[in-house]
Protein backbone atom coordinates (compact mmCIF):
# COMPACT_ATOMS: atom_id res chain seq x y z
CA UNK A 1 0.00 0.00 0.00
CA UNK A 2 1.02 3.48 -0.76
CA UNK A 3 0.06 7.05 0.09
CA UNK A 4 0.49 10.31 -1.40
CA UNK A 5 -0.44 13.70 -0.26
CA UNK A 6 -0.58 16.86 -2.39
CA UNK A 7 -2.06 20.05 -2.35
CA UNK A 8 -0.14 21.60 0.67
CA UNK A 9 0.85 25.27 0.19
CA UNK A 10 0.97 28.84 1.70
CA UNK A 11 -1.86 30.32 2.98
CA UNK A 12 -2.86 33.22 5.41
CA UNK A 13 -4.73 33.55 8.24
CA UNK A 14 -8.07 32.53 7.19
CA UNK A 15 -8.00 30.63 4.32
CA UNK A 16 -8.40 27.46 3.12
CA UNK A 17 -6.77 24.41 1.24
CA UNK A 18 -7.84 21.16 0.22
CA UNK A 19 -5.46 18.33 0.66
CA UNK A 20 -5.40 14.87 -1.20
CA UNK A 21 -4.39 11.63 -0.37
CA UNK A 22 -4.26 8.94 -3.21
CA UNK A 23 -4.17 5.48 -1.98
CA UNK A 24 -2.32 2.68 -4.33
CA UNK A 25 -4.02 -0.10 -3.93
CA UNK A 26 -6.69 -2.74 -5.31
CA UNK A 27 -8.63 -3.24 -1.79
CA UNK A 28 -8.88 1.07 -0.60
CA UNK A 29 -12.74 0.10 0.95
CA UNK A 30 -10.07 -2.61 3.55
CA UNK A 31 -8.73 0.45 4.36
CA UNK A 32 -9.27 3.56 6.96
CA UNK A 33 -7.00 6.56 6.24
CA UNK A 34 -5.59 9.20 8.79
CA UNK A 35 -4.26 12.88 8.59
CA UNK A 36 -1.42 13.54 10.94
CA UNK A 37 0.56 16.80 10.85
CA UNK A 38 3.92 17.45 12.87
CA UNK A 39 5.01 20.90 13.55
CA UNK A 40 9.25 21.63 14.03
CA UNK A 41 10.23 21.11 17.51
CA UNK A 42 6.50 19.50 17.85
CA UNK A 43 5.09 15.71 18.60
CA UNK A 44 3.02 14.49 15.01
CA UNK A 45 -0.62 15.04 16.10
CA UNK A 46 -3.91 13.66 14.76
CA UNK A 47 -5.56 15.26 13.14
CA UNK A 48 -8.59 13.21 12.20
CA UNK A 49 -9.83 9.68 10.23
CA UNK A 50 -12.22 8.14 8.30
CA UNK A 51 -13.48 4.62 7.99
CA UNK A 52 -14.84 2.91 4.98
CA UNK A 53 -17.41 5.20 4.08
CA UNK A 54 -18.23 8.81 4.38
CA UNK A 55 -19.67 8.79 8.11
CA UNK A 56 -18.44 10.12 10.78
CA UNK A 57 -14.71 11.09 10.54
CA UNK A 58 -13.15 11.51 13.87
CA UNK A 59 -11.37 14.96 14.44
CA UNK A 60 -8.88 16.22 17.26
CA UNK A 61 -10.80 19.18 19.15
CA UNK A 62 -8.15 21.51 17.77
CA UNK A 63 -9.76 21.43 14.07
CA UNK A 64 -13.11 20.48 15.25
CA UNK A 65 -15.50 22.45 13.06
CA UNK A 66 -12.82 24.34 10.83
CA UNK A 67 -11.90 20.77 9.11
CA UNK A 68 -13.57 18.26 7.24
CA UNK A 69 -12.30 14.56 6.09
CA UNK A 70 -14.13 13.05 3.57
CA UNK A 71 -13.34 9.98 0.82
CA UNK A 72 -14.03 8.46 -2.98
CA UNK A 73 -13.90 5.12 -3.14
CA UNK A 74 -13.87 5.30 -6.74
CA UNK A 75 -11.13 7.51 -6.62
CA UNK A 76 -8.93 5.80 -3.71
CA UNK A 77 -8.12 9.23 -2.65
CA UNK A 78 -8.98 10.76 0.94
CA UNK A 79 -9.62 14.75 1.19
CA UNK A 80 -8.85 16.74 4.06
CA UNK A 81 -10.45 20.43 3.62
CA UNK A 82 -8.83 23.40 5.71
CA UNK A 83 -10.89 26.20 6.60
CA UNK A 84 -10.15 29.15 8.85
CA UNK A 85 -6.45 28.40 9.08
CA UNK A 86 -4.52 29.41 11.89
CA UNK A 87 -0.93 29.90 12.53
CA UNK A 88 -1.00 26.90 14.84
CA UNK A 89 -1.83 24.91 11.95
CA UNK A 90 1.53 25.26 10.03
CA UNK A 91 3.01 22.06 9.97
CA UNK A 92 3.73 19.00 7.41
CA UNK A 93 0.43 17.28 6.88
CA UNK A 94 0.64 13.30 5.97
CA UNK A 95 -1.97 10.81 5.58
CA UNK A 96 -2.08 7.08 6.57
CA UNK A 97 -3.44 4.00 6.29
CA UNK A 98 -4.89 1.34 8.69
CA UNK A 99 -6.95 -1.67 7.94
CA UNK A 100 -10.27 -1.84 9.10
CA UNK A 101 -10.98 -3.17 12.12
CA UNK A 102 -7.24 -2.45 13.33
CA UNK A 103 -6.32 0.55 15.22
CA UNK A 104 -2.71 0.88 13.90
CA UNK A 105 -1.61 3.06 10.97
CA UNK A 106 0.49 0.97 9.49
CA UNK A 107 1.34 2.68 5.98
CA UNK A 108 2.68 6.30 5.61
CA UNK A 109 2.83 8.79 2.64
CA UNK A 110 5.83 11.61 2.78
CA UNK A 111 3.69 14.80 3.53
CA UNK A 112 2.72 17.71 2.25
CA UNK A 113 3.64 21.13 3.96
CA UNK A 114 1.35 23.60 4.84
CA UNK A 115 2.29 27.11 6.12
CA UNK A 116 0.04 29.66 7.42
CA UNK A 117 0.81 33.17 7.71
CA UNK A 118 -0.61 35.51 10.22
Known amino acids: VELAESGGGRVQAGGSLTLTCVVS????????VGWFRQAPGREREFVGG????????DYADSVKGRFTISRDNAKNTVYLRMNMLKADDSATYYC????????????WGRGTQVAVSP
Open 25 to 32: TRTFTDYG
Open 96 to 107: AGRLIGYRGYAW
Open 50 to 57: IGRINTRP
